[in-house]
Every structure is written in C-alpha cells, then in structure tokens.
C-alpha cells in the first residue's frame, strides 16, 4: 500500500503556483519523498525529490516540514499543460539498490485558463 | 525523451495467447520496474530486478513472469492472456541518482 495521503482533486488557475500538498506521516529517516506527474495515459514523469532540506529545479519546488510527515510540491507558474494527475512517493534506499515506486491515487491537478 | 525505450507501442492479440513485452533501460541504469495500468486505473507495481536478480514483487499474477538480461534489459512476459489483462504496461528504470524514468508504455488490447 502506498505510504503518502493526496487529495483526490484541485484546481489551479493558469499563471497562479499550485501548491499540493502530501501526508507520509509514518516515513521513516532513510525514506525520501518523490514526486511525479502522469499526463493522460502518458509515462509518468519524474519531478523532483528530497530527503529533508527543500528543493528546487527548474520544474518545481518541494516543502519538507521539518518533522518530515508531509510535504507541498510547489508549480510557481501554473500552465495548461501541466494539468495532470500528480502523484508523492516515499521511497527507501537500500543497499545501492533502490526501493520500488509504489503509486497511491495521487491528485488530479486541473489548472483553468 | 525519457531514455527508456518499450516496444511495442501498441499490441493486439486474443484470449489464451502469450505475449513479450520488451524494455531497454536507460544507459548504465541497473534497476528495472515493470507496472500495469488498466483503463482508468493507477499504477500497479508489478515486478523490480536489479543487475539481473529479481528485487522485489508486487501484485504479478502467476500467468506474468520477467526478466533481466545481461545487458539489463528486462522482457515482461503475458501467458494465458484474459480480457482483464488489457492496460498499458510501463517500464522503468533507475541508477545511482534513484531518480526512476518511464518509458512511453505499451498498450496491450486482449480481444
């Protein structure tokens, strides 16, 4: 079973950020928080990951609270084309070899012109 | 463009019969995962290996078996196919970074 809590559904309006947000409330210290997005039936896309500091790159930031139980991926400039389904992942490493992705529901983000 | 290349992209074949499905990781990654979506459905997680050896197992079915080559490529193999095993079927791949990258899928129609 997936280890992150999403809303099921948002909306955004076009040019606003979209902030979604994502409970992992029993990640343990070795697990990282991943974040990809899927749009209609496509590969889902890799975005971005942390492990507790912030981050950002060029598609997006990520928030970690500071007790690492949720997070708040962040898209500054909300654009048509991201409307997808956006899905968190906590994700252990182990060994080298990296855990499996497992995907919950993940939020399906509407961004309206 | 992901790196991780599927083929087919898409397959049609009918009930009972036996398919391959192929995946080309992206260069140097040694992890693969293999992941089912049916119509309106989420990612199922199906299978991982990783420098050949099976790594972790999810909800495969018995009639589903995979892979990895020496030179990590990883096949995904469909027997017995029923009506409910029409989805599309991802592939992914990771290395050192953990960053894992999709292929485009293939679209199996079971008829």
């Known amino acids: 079973d997936a280890k992150t809590t999403q809303p099921p559904s948002m909306d955004c309006a076009e040019g606003r950020a979209a902030n979604l947000p994502c409970n992992h409330s029993t990640i343990s210290g070795n697990e990282y928080v991943y974040w990809y997005r899927q749009i209609h039936s496509q590969g889902p896309q890799y975005i971005i990951h942390?492990?507790?500091n912030n981050e950002t790159n060029e598609m997006a930031s990520l928030i970690i609270t500071e007790d690492r139980k949720s997070s708040t991926l962040i898209l500054p400039h909300a654009t048509l084309r991201d409307t997808a389904v956006y899905y968190c992942i906590v994700r252990g490493v182990d060994g080298g070899s990296q855990g499996n992705l497992i995907f919950g529901k993940g939020t399906k983000l509407s961004v309206k012109p | 463009d992901s790196g991780v290349t599927q083929t087919p992209k898409h397959l049609i074949t009918a009930t009972g019969q036996r398919v391959t499905l192929r995946c080309s990781p992206r260069?140097?990654?040694?992890?693969v995962y293999w992941y089912q979506q049916s119509l309106d459905q989420g990612l199922q997680f199906l299978i991982q290996?990783?420098?050949?050896?099976?790594?972790a197992k999810g909800n495969i079915l018995e009639r589903f078996s995979a892979q990895q080559f020496p030179d990590l490529h990883s096949e995904l193999n469909l027997s017995s196919l029923e009506l409910g095993d029409s989805a599309l079927y991802f592939c992914a791949s990771s290395g050192r970074l953990g960053r894992a990258f999709f292929g485009q899928g293939t679209r199996l129609t079971v008829v």
């Open positions: 942390g492990l507790k």
């Open positions: 290996y990783y420098n050949g050896e099976e790594r």
């Open positions: 260069s140097g990654d040694l992890s």
